[in-house]
């Protein structure tokens, strides 16, 4: 057998929280192939519940929350057969992403990228360049402040999984080349590349919005032309899809979209991504090189560049103007575009000195679910600031939580309640003051006292959910 140097790549579309089935038909593949599968690449909907907290942080339909398998993965009780890596979708632990905005390892071998991010990701001679893009484009809240704090109100709830410009504009400054792109809706319109009869065959109730030029995100159509990865893996529909994109420099993007784990649907694709850039279908890697993620230095130099943005979240202007009738989107304010692309020449000189491995640094930061816990008791937020991965990723790049505004925060919902009137009232007052540590212990302060005072939160259930009711 000839031997191809490559990374065996399985591609899986929405999760819904089933670990232990993707995980036992990664296992299956790999025993029927004979072959090590390297790496596990997923769309989004990964649902990664810790506890009961989490799930219902969870944007999804109440006869739907489930805990899930993920909490054995988090406590260590089981591991991830291979490196797995994620971008969020429409049904996710929310609170818990939000914790790992700029990407991080939710567990042991499972990392999330993160709300947009480019990674590099390394075996033997093999190595690719990964972009991905969280959540599902929304008109009404593309251009909100991203604000959006614990615990989140029903509004939050959902706008925290909607892109923002931010993140698009972040990604819109990537010169570089990128491999691999993950979205979990489809890029708008991608139908026309592929074989459209059999996908409206297939899921009749796409016909009408495919017709109207309607179906998939506007936001994705703008990075697939802009960016013009050489795959794109999408997810979100619940059908497998494939189309070719021809781009007008000539290249071209290969667009394949999974359904989800359910028994007899095609929700996994197995390829060998090879050290020429080449995939293989038939073919498997056997190199045994440990598979490695670095840091990608132009990412890092668009973070540093774009940090202090944050800070102007919530007055921040218009970054795109979106033409709902040419179905295109572009961006405004060409001379800061132009001026930031300039910064990143600059920032990138620090940051291609040595390649940056993604460091280990996972630590359970929640207390998990309990699976003989049978009452309905809710585990409260940990006091989670800023989680130790932030930190580590703030300190990489030398920036500072300051100009994060606040939105790490675990705010009481007493205290949301009584500054109503100013809703960016903690904001404003880090803003103005800048003695974060101040606003920082009041809140623990106040909160510390309401968990003294309402025993009842100790026994909240479903009831107390405002966005579940
Ligand atoms: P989820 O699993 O995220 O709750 O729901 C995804 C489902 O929403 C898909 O299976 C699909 O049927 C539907 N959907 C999502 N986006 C569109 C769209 O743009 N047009 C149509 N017709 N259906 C959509
Ligand atoms: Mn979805």
Not at 47 to 57: C, E, P
Not at 264 to 286: H, I, M, P, S, W
């Amino acid at each position: 057998m000839i031997q191809i140097e490559g990374i065996n790549i399985a591609v899986e579309g929405c999760f819904h929280g089933k670990f232990d089935d993707i995980f036992a038909e990664i296992k299956e593949i790999e025993k029927k192939k004979q072959i090590k599968i390297d790496l596990l690449l997923v769309s989004g909907d990964v649902q990664t519940i810790r506890n009961k907290h989490d799930m219902y942080n969870m944007a999804c339909p109440q006869k739907y929350l489930e805990m899930g398998s993920f909490y054995k993965y988090y406590t260590g009780e089981k591991v991830a057969p291979c490196l797995t890596i994620f971008i969020g979708g429409n049904h996710e632990a929310s609170n818990y992403l939000r914790e790992l905005h700029f990407g991080g390892w939710v567990c042991p071998n499972i990392y999330f990228l993160g709300s947009s991010n480019v990674i590099q990701i390394k075996k033997g001679q093999t190595t690719f360049k990964l972009g991905g893009n969280s959540g599902i484009f929304n008109n009404y809240d593309f251009n909100i402040p991203k604000l959006e704090c614990f615990p989140f109100t029903q509004d939050q709830l959902h706008s925290v999984y909607h892109i923002k410009q931010f993140d698009l504009y972040k990604l819109s400054l990537y010169e570089g080349d990128i491999n691999v792109f993950l979205s979990h809706d489809w890029p708008l319109q991608v139908e026309k590349h592929g074989d459209i009869n059999d996908l409206i065959k297939r899921k009749k109730h796409f016909e009408s919005d495919i017709i109207d030029g309607k179906f998939g995100s506007i936001s994705h159509k703008y990075l697939l032309n802009k960016l013009q990865p050489n795959f794109w893996f999408a997810a979100h529909m619940h059908v497998k899809f494939e189309a070719l994109v021809q781009h007008q420099s000539n290249k071209k993007t290969k667009f394949l979209a999974l359904d989800k784990c359910l028994p007899g649907r095609e929700f996994l694709q197995v390829f060998t991504y090879t050290k020429e850039g080449l995939d293989l279908y038939n073919q498997f890697a056997f190199n045994n090189d440990p598979i490695e993620l670095f840091y990608d230095p132009e990412w890092l130099a668009i973070m540093k560049i774009t940090f202090n943005l944050q800070q102007i979240w919530y007055k921040m202007p218009k970054l795109f103007e979106c033409n709902y009738a040419q179905k295109d989107l572009k961006i405004i304010r060409y001379q800061k575009y132009q001026q930031l692309l300039q910064a990143k020449k600059e920032a990138l000189i620090y940051f291609k000195k040595e390649p940056i491995k993604i460091p280990q640094n996972f630590q359970i930061t929640a207390t998990p679910y309990f699976k003989n816990d049978h009452t309905n008791k809710l585990i409260l937020p940990n006091k989670v600031l800023l989680n130790n991965q932030m930190n580590d990723y703030l300190k990489l790049i030398k920036e500072s939580e300051q100009e994060l505004n606040g939105f790490l925060f675990y705010e009481s919902q007493q205290q949301q309640n009584k500054e109503q009137k100013n809703q960016f009232h903690v904001i404003n007052k880090i803003e103005t003051q800048i003695k974060k540590e101040i606003v920082k212990q009041e809140i623990l302060n106040q909160l510390e006292q309401q968990q003294k005072q309402q025993k009842k939160n100790d026994n909240m259930n479903i009831q107390d959910f405002p966005f579940l009711q």
